[in-house]
């Protein structure tokens, strides 16, 4: 590593390594989505797989993040804010796979309540990827689409209330704990999105002084 390296680090490489953590997030998502629209036990095991792989492939981006954040000195952005961002991406990741997981061990029926948190995931992580696209060029347009992913996780958790409301109806109430697990992940994954944006407005907020 030469010494430019560690002075004077490229500023696009902080927001290209954190844009590579947020493909996996979307790959995920995406997955997920087709996940709980899908009709045949093979292509829901297949979809499962890459899940799991994808997965590793975002510990994988998270931790090139963290090596370089360890061998820089100087960063564009706050050191706590990058690390606080890249671990919300990760969580999302982490979430998103588990929720996959549970519905197949679980044995969960996917209901009108999954289909609506995932499809509302789904454009929490547009946003969210698209703010972060922003985030090096436009301050502004990035901070609009962190409030957008806001806006989702908002909309995540009346779906989330009502879905916990109708589980009440249940007869079993061992399947009950155990949808209600796989709702939890979807809330929780809706929740880091949320605390992604939230570091996003505070970036946005520090480069503006």
Same mark, same amino acid.
């Given at each position: 590593?030469?010494?430019?390296?560690?002075?004077?680090?490229?500023?696009?490489?902080?927001?290209?390594?954190?844009?590579?953590?947020?493909?996996?997030?979307?790959?995920?998502?995406?997955?997920?989505?087709?996940?709980?629209?899908?009709?045949?036990?093979?292509?829901?095991?297949?979809?499962?797989?890459?899940?799991?792989?994808?997965?590793?492939?975002?510990?994988?981006?998270?931790?090139?993040?963290?090596?370089?954040?360890?061998?820089?000195?100087?960063?564009?952005?706050?050191?706590?804010?990058?690390? +606080? #961002?890249?671990? %919300?991406?990760?969580?999302?990741?982490?979430?998103?796979?588990?929720?996959? /997981?549970?519905?197949? *061990? &679980?044995?969960?029926?996917?209901?009108?309540?999954?289909?609506?948190?995932?499809?509302?995931?789904?454009?929490?992580?547009?946003?969210?990827?698209?703010?972060?696209?922003?985030?090096?060029? +436009? #301050?502004?347009? %990035?901070?609009?689409?962190?409030?957008?992913?806001?806006?989702?996780?908002? /909309?995540?958790?009346? *779906? &989330?209330?009502?879905?916990?409301?109708?589980?009440?109806?249940?007869?079993?109430?061992?399947?009950?704990?155990?949808?209600?697990?796989?709702?939890?992940?979807?809330?929780?994954?809706?929740?880091?999105?949320?605390? %992604?944006?939230?570091?996003?407005?505070s970036i946005v907020v520090k480069?503006?002084?």
């Open positions: 590593m030469s010494w430019k390296d560690i002075f004077v680090p490229t500023q696009q490489v902080f927001y290209g390594l954190l844009c590579d953590q947020m493909t996996v997030a979307e790959e995920i998502t995406a997955l997920l989505e087709r996940y709980v629209l899908a009709d045949d036990a093979a292509e829901r095991s297949a979809i499962a797989e890459r899940a799991s792989d994808c997965e590793h492939e975002g510990d994988r981006r998270r931790l090139a993040l963290m090596e370089k954040l360890q061998g820089t000195f100087v960063t564009p952005i706050d050191r706590e804010d990058l690390n +606080d #961002l890249s671990r %919300a991406i990760d969580d999302i990741v982490d979430y998103n796979e588990n929720t996959i /997981k549970e519905i197949a *061990i &679980y044995e969960i029926r996917i209901d009108d309540p999954i289909r609506d948190m995932v499809a509302t995931m789904r454009q929490a992580v547009d946003h969210l990827a698209t703010a972060i696209q922003l985030l090096s060029r +436009d #301050l502004k347009a %990035a901070n609009q689409s962190a409030l957008k992913t806001k806006s989702m996780e908002n /909309k995540m958790e009346g *779906i &989330y209330r009502h879905a916990i409301a109708d589980l009440t109806h249940e007869p079993d109430i061992h399947y009950l704990i155990k949808a209600r697990e796989v709702y939890r992940h979807l809330s929780n994954a809706a929740d880091r999105a949320d605390g %992604a944006a939230n570091v996003i407005n480069q503006n002084h």
